[in-house]
C-alpha cells in the first residue's frame, strides 16, 4: 500500500465480516500490554523460548511470519511470528493441532489455539516459540502522515518483519528456514530478506498462512492479539471492566457497525482516540465533511520558510489581511452586532 488509505484488497469479502469480529471472551494473551495499548504506542513481544529449543540451541527451527489487521481503520497492525524445530513443523501444528489461515478458523478456534500456546503443560508450549509486533493506529497514521516524505505501510510492515526475525536470530534460535506471507510481488520481497538475512532459507509466497502451518500459527499470533488489543481498546468508550460486545465490529471500514460507530462518536475538533488511524480515507472524508475545522496545511518542502507564520499552517489564513497585531488577538466588531 503505497498511498495513505485503505486498499480494497484489505477489506474482508461481507460474508468474512464475522470472521473478523473479536469474540466477546477472547483469549489475552501476554503479548497485550495493557498500557501501551492504552496509550497508543507500538511495542514488541517475546514468549519464552521453548524448552525443545533452549535444551539444544543448535536445534534447527523452521519459522513462519504473517500479520494481522492490515486494512482496518480501528486497532493496530499486529505481526507475529512462530518457530519450532524443524521436524515438528507438520506433525506437530498442522497434523496434531490442525492450524491454518487464521480466516479460515473460528473466532473462538483461534483464541483456543492461542491459549495452548501460552499454557505450559501443552506440547504447543514446549515445542514453539512465538513473538509479536503490534504497530499502533496512532503511530501508523503518523508515518503515513509526515509533511516531509511518507512512511507507507509496505515499509512499515518490512521494518517489523525484519525486526522481530533479528531479534529471534539474536536470541541464539538456530533458523534455518523461514515461510512469509508476502507484501507485494513475492520474488522482490524475498529477494529483499535474502540480502538481509543470506544465511537463511527464505521462501515468501502469496497464501503462505494456508501453505505452511508454521505461517498459520503467526498468522493465529497476530490475529489474537489484534483482537485482544481490539478489546482492551474499546474499554475505554465502554467504561470500566470488559465489554461484552464491541460496538464498532471489525474495526474495517466494509463494516456497516465500524462507520456507524465513527460517524456517531466523533468530536468535531479531534476526531477519535488513539484506536483510529487517521490517514485512512474512511476517518479523513468524516473529519473532513463533519468537523477539522482547524485542519494543518503544510508547506513544501522548498518554501521560503523564513517567512512562515504560525496562522500560515491552517485553513483559512492567507484570508487574513491587515494589522497583524489585531487579528491575532480576535478580529473587532461593529456595533451593528450589538
Known amino acids: 500500500m503505497d498511498n495513505m488509505d485503505e486498499s480494497p484488497d484489505d477489506q474482508p469479502e461481507s460474508q468474512n465480516i464475522e470472521q473478523e469480529t473479536p469474540v466477546a471472551d477472547v483469549f489475552v494473551p501476554p503479548s497485550i500490554n495493557r498500557g501501551h495499548v492504552l496509550s497508543g504506542e507500538s511495542y514488541s513481544h517475546h514468549s519464552p523460548i521453548p524448552r525443545a529449543v533452549s535444551a539444544d540451541m543448535s536445534t534447527e527451527c523452521v519459522l513462519g511470519v504473517d500479520e494481522a489487521g492490515r486494512g482496518p481503520v480501528l486497532g493496530p497492525m499486529v505481526y507475529a511470528l512462530c518457530y519450532l524445530p524443524l521436524p515438528l513443523h507438520h506433525s506437530l501444528l498442522a497434523e496434531g493441532h490442525h492450524f491454518d489461515d487464521s480466516k479460515a478458523l473460528t473466532p473462538a478456534v483461534r483464541s483456543q ?11 504447543l508450549f514446549q515445542n514453539c516459540g512465538w513473538a509479536t509486533r503490534a504497530m499502533s493506529a496512532r503511530d501508523i497514521s503518523a508515518a503515513q502522515l509526515r509533511p516531509n516524505g511518507t512512511y507507507n505501510l509496505n515499509a512499515q510492515a518490512m521494518d517489523a518483519t525484519i525486526a522481530l526475525i533479528q531479534e529471534v536470530l539474536d536470541s541464539g534460535v538456530n533458523v534455518r528456514e523461514v515461510y512469509i506471507d508476502t507484501i507485494g510481488p513475492p520474488a522482490t520481497y524475498q529477494k529483499r530478506l535474502e540480502r538481509i538475512f543470506p544465511t ?29 488489543a481490539l478489546d482492551v481498546l474499546y474499554t475505554a468508550y465502554a467504561g470500566t471492566g470488559d465489554a461484552d460486545e464491541i460496538a464498532w465490529g471489525s474495526g474495517y471500514p466494509s463494516d456497516a457497525r465500524c462507520t456507524n460507530w465513527l460517524k456517531g462518536n466523533m468530536n468535531p475538533l479531534f476526531g477519535w482516540g488513539s484506536e483510529c488511524r487517521f490517514s485512512w480515507g474512511t476517518a479523513k472524508e468524516m473529519l473532513e465533511v463533519k468537523g477539522a475545522p482547524c485542519r494543518a496545511d503544510w508547506p513544501e518542502a522548498d518554501d521560503d520558510t523564513d517567512n512562515l507564520k504560525l496562522t500560515g499552517f491552517f485553513l483559512g489564513a492567507e484570508e487574513e489581511k491587515g494589522d497583524e497585531l489585531a487579528t491575532w488577538f480576535g478580529r473587532g466588531m461593529t456595533e451593528e452586532v450589538f
Open 113 to 123: 489455539l492461542m491459549e495452548k500456546m501460552c499454557s505450559d503443560a501443552t506440547d
Open 200 to 228: 537463511l532459507s527464505i521462501t515468501v509466497a502469496k497464501k503462505a498462512d494456508s501453505l505452511y502451518p508454521c505461517v498459520s500459527a503467526a498468522s493465529v499470533c497476530a490475529k489474537v492479539t489484534r483482537d485482544a
